[in-house]
T-cell receptor
């Protein structure tokens, strides 16, 4: 079974600064996908960024980028130029690449990010 | 906009009184999921429908049931809610199939309170 670990229950960052959220995972599979989801308080969980394991290039979406280290099974999220609206719970998630896996997600425990004005 | 819609946003029920939460989607996704999320915790998958096939997680209590009458709608039935069932319930959808790489799309959730 796969496991996903987020070792930082809470993080804080000053507005306009950069913060990195950590995520490690354990799997014996070679084909899989990794995601970061953002869940603001009392609001919808939305996809921030995703990474296919077969791609060596790190995914980037505007101010959000990942550092994907496949050998180390690490998948950290970097938020640049942090904004107040970035304050939320962030969940790292793993999905098997097997076609019969039903796109099931394994979530990490989450990191609460606070942004200080 | 295509989306996942959950009704109601907030639901209050009495201890032991059956309750139904609903989810609809306009994405035409073939898989629908129900998660339970307690405060400051990760979502926990209860079950999912792959097309018409129901897949229950091994540790989902018998108290929780689901129905999917058609592609667009999925319901979560809690037969006899206990205080421990108070949580946010999230519905999500995804398209699974050959060549499909769809992430899961989530609804806003229904927050269930038990009196």
């Amino acid at each position: 079974a796969q496991t996903v670990t987020q070792s930082q229950p809470e993080m804080s960052v000053q507005e306009a600064e950069t913060v990195t959220l950590s995520c490690t995972y354990d799997t014996s599979e070679s084909d899989y996908y990794l995601f970061w989801y953002k869940q603001p308080p009392s609001r919808q969980m939305i996809l921030v960024i995703r990474q296919e394991a077969y791609k060596q290039q790190n995914a980037t979406e505007n101010r959000f980028s990942v550092n994907f280290q496949k050998a180390a099974k690490s998948f950290s999220l970097k938020i640049s130029d942090s904004q107040l609206g970035d304050a939320a719970m962030y969940f790292c998630a793993y999905r098997s690449g097997l076609s019969n896996a039903g796109n099931m997600l394994t979530f990490g425990g989450g990191t609460r990010l606070m942004v200080k004005p | 906009d295509a989306m996942v819609i959950q009704n109601p946003r907030y639901q209050v029920t009495q201890f032991g009184k059956p309750v139904t939460l609903s989810c609809s989607q306009t994405l035409n996704h073939n898989v629908m999921y129900w998660y339970q999320q307690k405060s400051s915790q990760a979502p926990k998958l209860l079950f999912h429908y792959y097309d018409k096939d129901f897949n229950n997680e091994a540790d989902t209590p018998d108290n929780f049931q689901s129905r999917r009458p058609n592609t667009s709608f999925c319901f979560l039935d809690i037969r006899s809610p206990g205080l421990g069932d108070a949580a946010m319930y999230l519905c999500a959808t995804s398209r699974v199939g050959a060549g499909s790489n769809q992430p899961q799309h989530f609804g806003d959730g229904t927050r269930l309170s038990i009196l």
